[in-house]
T-cell receptor, first 109, second 117 residues
Framework: KNEVEQSPQNLTAQEGEFITINCSYSVGISALHWLQQHPGGGIVSLFM???GKKKHGRLIATINIQEKHSSLHITASHPRDSAVYIC???????????FGTGTRLQVFP | NAGVMQNPRHLVRRRGQEARLRCSPM?????VYWYRQLPEEGLKFMVY????????ESGMPKERFSAEFPKEGPSILRIQQVVRGDSAAYFC???????????????FGPGTRLTVL
């Protein structure tokens, strides 16, 4: 079983829909990242959080440390949001990031 | 302030050749991390370096792979005698020195896509 699990693996949506991507982890962590990767492209860090909630534009990330769960929400989705979204956690005792396998999002006009 | 730079962006090598991947961290960053993304797989940690020191290389294959981050110049990930299974995207990330917080955010480079023929 992976230490970081994401769901769903694939997600399609119509433009304007509200999107939720989930991440569950099984290790003690000091921080959690949400990353965005476009096809053939680099990786952009969207959020780093260790508690509560963060918002940036149409993106919202939440984390529940007790339940070892985080969600990434996209409001008013747009085709340019189409990408792979990756959850990564920093294990409490190391500086290593442990990655989920990603959620592939496609938003259609 | 330029972001993390990696070169080359694409690298083609024949089996048995050497591959050298370079990573220039963001200005002021002294920590570098290398990650590998195999086709259709998730990212995996390889190695964590600070200037002139390897801090954690637990994700590096035992043979053919090495990494360095010299006092001057970029960090280098070196793969000797490449095989087809080394074909992957290699990403580096950098972070600034710790300043009392126990963790700083990592900023990723655009990656080097290695193809072994």
């Amino acid at each position: 079983k992976n230490e970081v699990e994401q769901s769903p693996q694939n997600l399609t949506a119509q433009e304007g829909e509200f999107i939720t991507i989930n991440c569950s982890y099984s290790v003690g962590i000091s921080a959690l990242h949400w990353l965005q990767q476009h096809p053939g492209g680099g990786i952009v860090s969207l959020f780093m959080l260790s508690s509560g909630k963060k918002k940036h534009g149409r993106l919202i990330a939440t984390i529940n440390i007790q339940e070892k769960h985080s969600s990434l929400h996209i409001t008013a989705s747009h085709p340019r949001d189409s990408a792979v979204y990756i959850c990564a956690v920093r294990s409490y005792n190391t500086d290593k990031l442990i990655f989920g396998t990603g959620t592939r999002l496609q938003v259609f006009p | 302030n330029a972001g993390v730079m990696q070169n080359p962006r694409h690298l083609v090598r024949r089996r048995g050749q050497e591959a050298r991947l370079r990573c220039s961290p963001m200005k002021g960053h002294s920590h570098v991390y290398w990650y590998r993304q195999l086709p259709e797989e998730g990212l995996k940690f390889m190695v964590y370096l600070q200037k002139e020191n390897i801090i954690d290389e637990s994700g590096m294959p035992k043979e053919r792979f090495s990494a360095e981050f010299p006092k001057e110049g970029p960090s280098i990930l070196r793969i000797q005698q490449v095989v087809r299974g080394d074909s992957a995207a290699y990403f580096c990330a950098s972070s600034p020195p710790l300043t009392g917080r126990d963790y700083n955010e990592q900023f990723f480079g655009p990656g080097t896509r290695l193809t072994v023929l």
